[in-house]
């Protein structure tokens, strides 16, 4: 059975750090995108981070210089470093994975989420 679990959150002071971590574990396909996902109180799930299986990596505007995703392919990990972290962060933080059969076709799973608390 496919599994992702998350690791890492918890309460945070304005301006701390936190580093986020995904296992994934199950997969026998090759992963392709792994991502990080967030939804605010009351809000709508946004991507945060992506990173491809080469180590592109993009970011939403919002997190773009405090945050840093990388990715382990041979433990099938991917990690979300926070720095600076402001208030508007606090959010459940969901770890996706997209993985592509040798056919061409694509499934992709997600973590439980984990909760980021960013509060003085």
């Known amino acids: 059975q496919v599994q992702l679990v998350e690791s890492g959150g918890g309460l945070v002071q304005p301006g701390g750090s936190l580093t986020l971590s995904c296992a994934a574990s199950?997969?026998?396909?090759?992963?392709?995108?792994m991502e990080w996902y967030r939804r605010p109180p009351g809000k709508l799930r946004d991507l945060v981070a992506s990173?491809?299986?080469?180590?592109?990596?993009r970011y939403a505007d919002s997190v773009t210089g405090r945050f840093t995703i990388s990715r382990d392919n041979s433990k099938n990990t991917v990690t979300l470093q926070m720095n600076s972290l402001e208030p508007e962060d606090t959010a459940v933080y969901y770890c996706?994975?997209?993985?592509?059969?040798?056919?061409?076709?694509?499934?992709?799973?997600w973590g439980q989420g984990t909760q980021v608390t960013v509060s003085s």
């Open positions: 990173i491809s299986r080469g180590g592109t990596a």
């Open positions: 199950g997969i026998v396909f090759t992963i392709h995108d």
């Open positions: 996706r994975v997209v993985v592509v059969t040798p056919f061409g076709a694509k499934y992709d799973y």
